[in-house]
């Protein structure tokens, strides 16, 4: 989709959250209106009402909007001087906070359908039966801006496309998206929980680190082809560092902070002021440059109990960060080799993306010039490379612009993992240098990115790509040995054993089963192979192989299934 059609689809979806605000007060009259923008799923309304929403009320409403779409009204936009626009909205108490935070030099728009007007800055379709296809999919709690100081409001959650078959689509990859949800797959293959002891700190269990370890393993292998080297900074650092960087005066709100010997210390949220010291530790010079310096580092970060979400949001996570230290002249070819490596990484999971440049933000770090020429930087870097990219203005980090990947799942699911971001701040703040072919001191710039974007995230998103049957390289358990009968027991041992010596992570299975039910249990717990051994196995030194999608891979000889397995997981095929 590019730049265009998001914005039509955005302006579609921003019309389609006023058709529910007119729709729910017309059916319940003395609800009070918050705010309901368009977001990258569809839409959402805030509703003030002692009436607590349910499923059936969801299906009333809908109705309800689908009887305003028929009646094509038109949606007209007008403006009003302040004093007229609060007596119009002297019943809406949300509104009129929002209108007192304007600007006094603001324009103050509103949006006209029908009996329904709504404070609104726009933009919306002309008519609401411009809205072909609609439906509401929840409701759920939100705070008022967000604040937990703040009355608790309803809040629906719904969609809108441009036909009824785009609807459709969506629906029926919201229904196999829960089948995916790695939140119930991470409870049933034992990957990890979480508990009321830490709410958004992720336990993970013995099967879960296997796939964790064999990601860091895969990242170590990736970055040392890829010339970078790798720290580990501390986790807990003074204020004096962070106010250095500017997360203390940026910040400080998402961090957990402490005192140690009367003095004020945070827990990092980020790696780079810790690479920042690191650079500055010993003299460099222009031949060292550029300098690529990997981290895994355990980061925590505030997030609202209400944002929490398995392992897509959680308060402390593994980034697997990067900082380049390079020239200006470097730059472009620093920041389209992380791309290279991105598109390497990517299309080893199955995993295409999207492309999105954030812009300076209002509350930036610096000067202007500085953000112009570091964002046409990264334009210039992935045009060059035959990138497309749409831009997010205004959501840069508040120390440079940045590109964002987000990854596209086997269902049509958009993750935002990694990213590439341009700083000139922190070197200047952290007074970093190198000395140049000219013996003279200059100042380097700076790339922080990730790939993964964070490890605990990236195993959830593959976890829903792959359904939790992960590649066979992936897989906490990759072969299963299943006697039929005791006999075949020692027989199936040494077959363990062998493989267990050549790598593969196996067991044997020695209930008291049928087959067929060991079969379907290991099926279901996504372990890639099973081999079955009998009698006959036994006397021919061979296994009969079978998969977890249900086909059999025929006899082999115990040695040509370990050199067939084998070269899967060298390979990181994704064979089964």
Wanted: hydrophobic share 35%; with cysteine; aromatic share 10%.
């Amino acid at each position: 989709m590019d730049q265009t059609e998001l914005e039509e689809l955005q302006t579609l979806r921003h019309s389609a959250s006023h058709i529910l605000a007119q729709a729910v007060k017309r059916l319940y009259p003395n609800t009070k209106l918050a705010i309901g923008p368009a977001i990258d799923t569809g839409f959402y309304y805030d509703f003030d009402t002692d009436r607590a929403f349910t499923t059936e009320d969801l299906d009333t409403i809908e109705a309800e909007m689908n009887r305003i779409i028929k009646e094509n009204l038109r949606i007209e936009r007008f403006e009003l001087p302040r004093t007229e626009a609060k007596e119009l909205m002297k019943d809406e108490p949300y509104k009129l906070e929002l209108i007192d935070g304007l600007p006094d030099d603001a324009i103050i728009s509103f949006y006209r359908q029908g009996e329904f007007t709504d404070l609104c800055a726009g933009p919306h379709v002309s008519y609401t039966k411009k809205v072909k296809a609609v439906k509401l999919l929840s409701v759920t709690g939100a705070y008022w801006r967000g604040d937990s100081n703040n009355k608790m409001l309803q809040r629906i959650y719904g969609t809108a496309f441009k036909t009824k078959e785009e609807l459709e689509s969506y629906l029926n990859m919201l229904e196999e998206a829960k089948k995916r949800d790695h939140r119930k797959l991470g409870k049933e293959l034992g990957l990890f929980m979480l508990t009321d002891e830490g709410p958004g700190f992720p336990f993970f269990l013995p099967n879960g680190m296997v796939v964790k370890n064999q990601l860091i393993d895969y990242w170590r292998e990736i970055h040392k082809r890829y010339g970078y080297v790798e720290i580990s900074t501390p986790m807990i650092l003074n204020r004096r560092l962070w106010e250095r960087s500017g997360h203390w005066g940026h910040y400080k709100q998402n961090m957990y902070t402490t005192k140690i010997d009367g003095e004020d210390y945070a827990i990092k949220p980020m790696n780079c002021p810790g690479g920042m010291l690191v650079y500055a530790s010993e003299p460099r010079s222009y031949r060292d440059l550029p300098l690529r310096v990997g981290e895994l580092g355990l980061v925590h970060r505030h997030e609202l109990s209400g944002a929490l979400h398995g392992l897509f949001r959680v308060r402390c996570f593994t980034q697997d960060d990067a900082h380049i230290f390079m020239t200006r002249e470097q730059m472009k070819g620093e920041i389209e080799n992380v791309v290279k490596l991105f598109d390497e990484v990517y299309s080893l999971f199955g995993l295409k993306y999207q492309i999105e440049l954030s812009t300076m933000p209002e509350d930036h770090m610096g000067d202007e010039k500085d953000w112009e020429f570091a964002q046409e930087t990264l334009k210039s870097a992935i045009t060059e490379m035959g990138k497309q990219y749409i831009i997010n203005e205004g959501d840069g980090a508040f120390y440079g612009p940045k590109l964002d990947f987000h990854l596209e799942d086997c269902i049509g699911r958009t993750w935002q993992c990694g990213t590439i971001q341009l700083d000139f701040q922190l070197p200047e703040r952290f007074e970093l240098e190198y000395t140049g072919a000219d013996d003279e001191k200059h100042r380097p710039v700076m790339i922080h990115r990730v790939v993964f974007g964070s490890i605990e995230r990236f195993i959830g998103v593959i976890t829903e790509h792959f359904a939790g049957a992960f590649p066979v390289w992936l897989a906490p358990l990759q072969v299963a040995v299943l006697p039929i009968t005791d006999r075949a027991a020692d027989y199936a041992q040494s077959i363990v054993d062998s493989l267990t010596a050549a790598g593969v992570r196996a067991k044997g299975d020695y209930r008291k089963e049928k087959v067929n039910y060991k079969i379907r249990e290991h099926q279901l717990q996504k372990v890639p192979y099973m081999l079955v051994v009998g009698d006959r196995e036994v006397a021919e030194g061979t296994v009969s192989v079978r998969t977890r999608t249900g086909n059999g891979g025929g006899v082999m000889k115990t040695d040509e299934f370990t050199a067939l397995i084998t070269d899967e997981i060298k390979t990181r095929a994704h064979n089964v």
